[in-house]
């Protein structure tokens, strides 16, 4: 079975860090996509940032580029999502997801395209 288990969302003010972890069981992270998207009632689910663990790629949406940075430990099957200075912006609930397969671009980092997502971890940013 798989699963995606977020971990590490809090409340922290405006200008400090978090770091999510999400934790994968049931698959491994060779040829897929996998990273976070974050959601605010009201809107659309937004996708934050992704990574391929085969060769590396990454990418940000531009609202966070310079402050996040994703990474992942193979051996722990493990993505993080490092996040500094946080803006009252980010707040929001972040989802872990994943979905088969090499990296296509950007628009196939969409909520339908994943096949696999956590239950999400709220991160709350004080002004």
């Known amino acids: 079975e798989v699963q995606l288990v977020e971990s590490g969302g809090g409340l922290v003010q405006a200008g400090g860090s978090l770091r999510l972890s999400c934790a994968a069981s049931g698959f491994t992270f060779d040829d897929y996509v996998i990273g976070w998207f974050r959601q605010v009632p009201g809107k659309e689910r937004e996708g934050v940032s992704c990574?391929?663990?085969?060769?590396?790629?990454?990418y940000y949406t531009d609202s966070v580029k310079g402050r996040f940075t994703i990474s992942s430990d193979n051996a722990k099957n493990t993505v993080y999502l490092q996040m500094n200075n946080l803006k009252t912006e980010d707040t929001g609930l972040y989802y872990c997801?994943?979905?088969?397969?090499?990296?296509?671009?950007?628009?196939?980092?969409?909520?339908?395209?994943?096949?696999?997502w956590g239950k999400g971890t709220l991160v709350t940013v004080s002004s």
């Open positions: 990574l391929t663990s085969t060769d590396g790629n990454t």
């Open positions: 997801a994943a979905a088969r397969g090499k990296w296509r671009g950007s628009y196939f980092f969409r909520p339908r395209f994943m096949d696999y």
